[in-house]
């Protein structure tokens, strides 16, 4: 099989990634789409496969904490469109940033700190744009236009692609007991007690939905939900077009985006409550189901939205030098685990990324 993927042929593509959250060089929220470049033998313009610690826009760790941020702030118009001509697409993998406390000190607990670099700026914007009207393919996902992002870019960007963030974010958490879970972070905690009478009832698993004005709401196993976890759903004609489940469990972080018509919903997100956890979703304005991937893949533009924190997975890269790897995907992940995310990475996002990159890329092929 690694002999197999040696011999296999590059392919050149020309992408931007941008991710403004890599607090190490491994690139844990771009990691997986390098993954999928290197299986597939996806290169750059100098016949390289792309490299995770070098081959991105945003925020780049160095040792003894320091960093040095490469993007497009100094970019003119001029060089932005030459940018948007050199290049085949582009990804913006995760651009909630980088905080104080989660740079300069373990912040194993999630606290709230200052920004030290993050969010989509008005040149990100204009480059988008750019790509947009000459109709190539643009990937973006969940932190794109959440905070730290400015209220104007984020509408901006709403406006260009036909859809509308509800406020709400979300994640499933195995264990609710802060005796037992060390990692539901302290802010979720205390916003909670802040918000119910200094109540924290929880001791099973659950489903924390955060709103960006600050309330914060949350599905409590049995209480409000016949079933733990969220669910990935997908029609019977995308699980053809991009090989994917009807039905996979989802437990990291996700939005709850409102899209227009003209977009197309390839999969939507089910939180499986019941009549208590229905009427809170309800109250809060959330529908159920509600998009998980959204997609305009037309003549005009061609643009996905991955509703959920969809790059970050823990994949090893050593496996991607292995021709037909995806066999035994199976191999790759407990089955009783409710919490893991690698089934996400095997089942889900490596065939539909894969198709999306395939498509374009015989489409390029093509002119």
């Given amino acids: 099989m690694f002999v197999s993927w040696q011999l296999k042929l590059k392919k050149e593509l020309k992408i931007a990634i941008i991710d403004k959250t890599a607090l190490t060089k491994d690139g844990d929220e771009h990691r997986s789409f390098n993954w999928i470049l290197n299986n597939n033998k996806y290169c750059n313009p100098n ?6 610690s070098e081959d991105y826009f945003g925020f780049f760790p160095k040792e003894n904490k320091k960093y040095f941020i490469k993007d497009l702030e100094n970019f003119d118009e001029v060089q932005l469109k030459n940018l948007a001509d050199r290049i085949d697409m582009i990804y913006m993998t995760d651009l909630y940033g980088i905080y104080s406390k989660d740079w300069y000190s373990d912040n194993s607990r999630g606290e709230r700190s200052q920004l030290i670099y993050g969010g989509m700026s008005r040149k990100e914007l204009s ?3 750019l790509m947009k009207s000459q109709k190539k393919l643009i990937l973006t996902e969940f932190n794109t236009i959440a905070p730290p992002t400015s209220n104007k870019v984020k509408a901006q960007f709403e406006e260009m692609f036909g859809l509308k963030w509800s406020g709400w974010t979300g994640r499933f958490f195995e264990n609710l007991d802060t005796a037992i879970n060390k ?8 916003d909670y007690k802040a918000q119910h009478q200094n109540s924290w009832p929880f001791s099973r698993s659950g489903i924390v939905l955060v709103n960006n004005d600050g309330r914060l709401e949350i599905l409590d196993y049995k209480t409000d939900l016949k079933e733990e976890v969220p669910y990935i759903i997908s029609a019977e004609i995308n699980q053809k077009r991009f090989g994917i489940p009807k039905k996979l469990k989802y437990s990291y972080w996700f939005d709850v985006m409102l899209t227009k018509r003209s977009n197309n919903v390839v999969s939507v997100y089910q939180i499986f409550s019941n009549a208590r956890g229905d009427s809170i979703l309800q109250s809060l304005n959330i529908p159920n189901p509600f998009p998980a991937v959204i997609e305009h893949y037309e003549n005009d533009y061609k643009f996905y939205y991955f509703c959920g924190d969809f790059c970050d997975n823990p994949v090893k890269m050593i496996l991607s030098k292995f021709s037909e790897i995806t066999k035994f995907r199976w191999l790759m992940y407990p089955s009783n685990d409710l919490a893991e995310r690698e089934s996400f990475f095997w089942l889900y996002y490596q065939p539909l990324v894969s198709t999306i990159l395939k498509n374009y890329y015989d489409s390029l092929q093509k002119k």
Avoid at 47 to 52: A, T
């Fill in 47 to 52: 016949r390289d496969l792309y490299s995770v």
């Fill in 127 to 129: 480059l988008l744009n």
């Fill in 183 to 190: 990692e539901i972070p302290i802010w979720v905690i205390q």
